[in-house]
């Protein structure tokens, strides 16, 4: 049986694209490998959204060739395969084959001619494709991505993935429903919706509150996410539909890229900070604890000092529990491409260190609080590292606890012993050990109260 590895970069759809190639190539007898030594075909499934990410792949293709024996395929696929079409061919000589996100299916011919001495490259956009029957392989039973919108129809002028996903559709409810029926039937009990901006999830007939309830109903679904929405496509049907809905976790990834309103105009953006504030304001009053995290941009061309500084305010005014933190970087293509005023290199890697450290400080300060609270967890595997378990609450904040593997995709309770200040230690609630939480003396106000342990 022919051998397939994969390497994964970049965003959660490409680990949902990655599962889809694995059950495209399923299907003609491919047999999955963790190590490319053995593979017979290799497959780098990219990210275009920062030059660094780029920089990455083409380093590694570069390691990848090693592996390489005569009649082996190395293959580009994803969004950086879709940005750079055939030239990639040209600048890659041990790459065989290229192919964006709507040509996966056809993976086996492509594959075919590779093996022929044929180098191609299909970057073709599919409005139409779903990949509705290709049953995708996944790797976690315990918690799957499930995408529901495709392609994007937003103009932000940072950001190349209108470029390399394509147009917006979403895929039928019922399809969605009849997918993560399946997987409940198989013993998943948490499931995230993904797309683009997938609160602007529409198939002609029913919107985003209505794909919630559906996914929501499906019995056996304990735990349902979604990522990322737009901000200000949280309908009030969105939001009551969150509260309404048991399955709904409390947290949401808002990504707001910038706290400065006239940055936010030349990004395109659809809101100012005021706006993204009262989104913020009812998703608390809709969904009472909810957790949030979001995307930020620094240095977008023309960011003054002032720019940047409401930046840090916002993610003061927010108290925001995670964000993640780029240094704008330029994509061909982009409008924003044609902006001048472009800021420093310098002065980007001043402004990311000084956001990264403000954002630590208020997580911390929110994690610390957090600090004998107890929480429903579900186990998702062996944690990274020692021999603890990895565990995820409601709110998203990851802890490691100790106990035996048949935990794993389980839902535990638990007491938060300590905090890296990001992610926390905590013991099972039933079988409390007789040892002090290891950081009481940090423990402000808020969450449930803490009891000494008995
Ligand atoms: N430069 C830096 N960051 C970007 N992102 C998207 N495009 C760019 C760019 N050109 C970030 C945004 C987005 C996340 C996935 O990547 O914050 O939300």
């Known amino acids: 049986m022919p051998r397939i590895y994969i390497e994964t970069y970049g965003c959660q759809m490409n680990v949902?694209?990655?599962?889809?190639?694995?059950?495209?190539?399923?299907?003609?007898?491919?047999?999955?490998?963790?190590?490319?030594?053995?593979?017979d075909v290799m497959l780098v499934n990219t990210c275009a959204v920062r030059d660094h990410a780029e920089q990455r792949v083409l380093g590694r293709l570069g390691e990848l060739k090693r592996y390489k024996r005569p009649g082996d395929v190395l293959g580009v696929v994803g969004c950086m395969a879709q940005r750079l079409g055939p030239t990639l061919l040209e600048r890659v000589p041990q790459v065989d084959l290229v192919i964006?996100?709507?040509?996966?299916?056809?993976?086996?011919e492509l594959i075919a001619r590779a093996r022929?001495?044929?180098r191609a490259a299909d970057v073709a956009f599919k409005s139409w494709e779903h990949y509705e029957d290709v049953p995708p392989v996944r790797s976690s039973q315990v918690s799957a991505f499930v995408t529901v919108q495709r392609g994007c129809d937003y103009r932000c002028t940072f950001c190349v993935v209108p470029m390399t996903r394509g147009p917006e559709r979403s895929r039928k409810l019922a399809d969605v429903v009849g997918e993560v029926t399946r997987l409940a039937e198989q013993g998943t009990t948490e499931v995230t919706l993904l797309g683009q901006t997938v609160n602007s999830y529409h198939d002609g007939q029913h919107d985003f509150a209505a794909l919630l309830r559906a996914v929501g109903a499906v019995e056996g679904i304990q735990r349902l996410r979604f990522t990322s929405p737009y901000p200000t496509d949280f309908t009030d049907a969105v939001l009551v539909a969150m509260?309404?809905?048991?399955?709904?976790?409390e947290h949401a990834h808002l990504p707001v890229q910038s706290g400065s309103s006239r940055t936010l105009k030349r990004m395109l953006r659809r809101y100012d900070r005021e706006r993204y504030l009262q989104v913020v304001a009812a998703l608390r009053q809709a969904v009472p604890g909810i957790a949030l995290s979001t995307d930020i941009?620094?240095?977008?061309p023309g960011e003054t000092e002032a720019d940047f500084q409401e930046t840090l305010s916002l993610v003061e005014a927010v108290g925001f529990d995670d964000a993640y933190t780029f240094k704008y970087s330029v994509r061909e293509g982009t409008p924003a491409v044609r902006i001048k005023d472009h800021v420093s290199e310098e002065t980007k890697t001043e402004r990311i260190g000084r956001l990264i450290a403000v954002v630590r400080r208020v997580a911390k300060q929110k994690n610390i609080r957090l600090v004998g609270t107890t929480h429903e967890v579900l186990v998702e595997g062996p944690a990274k590292r020692g021999d603890l378990l990895q565990a995820r609450t409601r709110t998203n904040k990851i802890a490691l606890v100790e106990g035996p593997a048949e935990w794993i995709g389980t839902y535990r309770r638990v007491r938060f012993t300590g905090t890296t200040g990001s992610t926390f230690t905590a013991w099972p609630v039933e079988s409390t050990p007789n040892v002090l939480p290891l950081r009481v003396a940090d423990r402000g106000a808020g969450g449930e109260a803490w009891q000494p342990p008995t």
């Open 100 to 108: 964006g996100p709507d040509g996966y299916r056809g993976l086996p």
């Open 243 to 249: 509260a309404e809905t048991p399955a709904v976790c």
């Open 16 to 39: 949902s694209d990655s599962e889809l190639m694995l059950g495209v190539l399923g299907r003609e007898g491919y047999v999955r490998t963790d190590d490319p030594v053995d593979a």
């Open 116 to 118: 022929d001495g044929e």
């Open 297 to 300: 941009i620094v240095g977008f």
